[in-house]
């Protein structure tokens, strides 16, 4: 072993040592730190640890970007219709910044999807397999039954925010079908669009690592606005999270998808979930198994009105400026 031995001086009154060693007290220090530290490794104190590396790191897979675009598009273009009989849906309301959240418990039911704009979701109750809510959507406009205010409401995706009074905080009106059929059947952007712009990178947590594809539209001659974000598990070479955003760059939503499984030669989540934060929801899905590109007439995402429902029109809410 080294042996280290600190001769201590008296400290003049201005400071400094006597002696003609021009080194420091604390520089010293740790110097002689150093030579003990290094030579306890001969002691038998530094050892070295295995430690387990998991598989979708061991597995993770090389892609170019011209690869990870060209899969993305093949799921758009080999799924033409989505169905599962059998899933479960989750809901909590309410932003986290109001320090109150309503949490719904999970009920059954089954969701009906076709390209390019079409959902029908059907959530029941988990005792006696009624509807509780019914959701259709087809372009920009849907319809909702809630059979328990025996109520019929007819609106637009595109509408920011409804203007009804008494129930404008329902959660009826926040979780959009649009934003469920954009989760489970995502749109690609047109990366041929000359306003398009598209970035890659990679990350890793703890389980796996990642390609992470921003796409970006121009906003004048020097500034670029976040469209989505999009993270692709490497040893599946699947996507697992996207991140859209509105037009002032807010987070508009966060979809993760998890528990992935094989179905006619693509990999689909059988878990989705959807945070919307501007909104004030998350819905969580839990499907069963899926049926892709059985064939569903068009009549399948019609949702006439019940004969005795009563028929809302959601109208936009309109905005006054403070004087």
């Known amino acids: 072993m080294v042996s280290v031995v600190l001769r201590l001086r008296k400290r003049r009154a201005d400071g400094s040592y006597p002696g003609n060693c021009a080194i420091g007290g604390p520089l010293v220090f740790s110097i002689a730190l150093l030579l ?3 030579s306890l490794a001969g002691c038998g104190v ?7 590396v998991p598989s979708r790191i061991r597995e993770a897979k090389t892609a170019t970007l011209e690869d990870l675009l060209s899969a993305l598009k093949t799921y758009e273009e080999r799924i033409e219709t989505l169905s599962s009989a059998n899933l479960k849906v989750s809901f909590t ?7 109150k959240l309503q949490e719904y418990k999970s009920a059954p039911g089954y969701v009906l999807l076709k390209r390019p704009d079409s959902l029908r979701l059907n959530i029941q109750n988990p005792i006696t397999k009624t509807t509780i809510v019914e959701l259709s959507s ?3 406009e849907f319809s909702i039954w809630y059979p328990r205010e025996n109520k019929y409401f007819v609106g637009r995706n595109s509408t920011k925010e409804f203007d009804l009074e008494g129930t ?19 749109h ?3 990366v041929e669009d000359p306003d398009r712009r598209i970035a890659i990178e990679e990350d890793q947590d703890a389980n796996a690592k990642y390609y992470v594809i921003s796409f970006f539209e121009t906003a004048g001659q020097k500034r670029l606005r976040p469209i989505r974000r999009v993270w692709i598990e490497r040893s599946t070479l699947a996507v697992v999270k996207r991140q859209t955003f509105a037009s002032d760059g807010s987070v508009a939503s966060i979809i993760t ?3 992935l499984a094989p179905v006619d030669g693509l990999l689909l989540p059988l878990s989705i979930r959807i945070d919307r934060p501007a909104d004030g929801y998350s819905l969580e899905m839990q499907f069963k198994s899926w049926r892709m590109n059985a064939d569903i007439p068009a009549t399948a995402f019609v949702l006439p009105p019940p004969p005795v429902a009563q028929k809302v029109y959601l109208k936009e809410k309109t905005r006054t400026e403070n004087p």
């Open 93 to 99: 309301s309410g932003k986290t910044d109001s320090g």
């Open 188 to 190: 690609m952007d047109t």
């Open 138 to 140: 087809r372009g920009d």
């Open 168 to 186: 404008k905080d329902s959660p009826l009106f926040t979780a959009r079908p649009v934003h469920i059929l954009e989760a489970i059947l995502p």
């Open 36 to 38: 003990a530290l290094g």
């Open 257 to 259: 998808s998890s528990n």
């Open 46 to 52: 530094k050892r070295t640890v295995s430690v387990q």
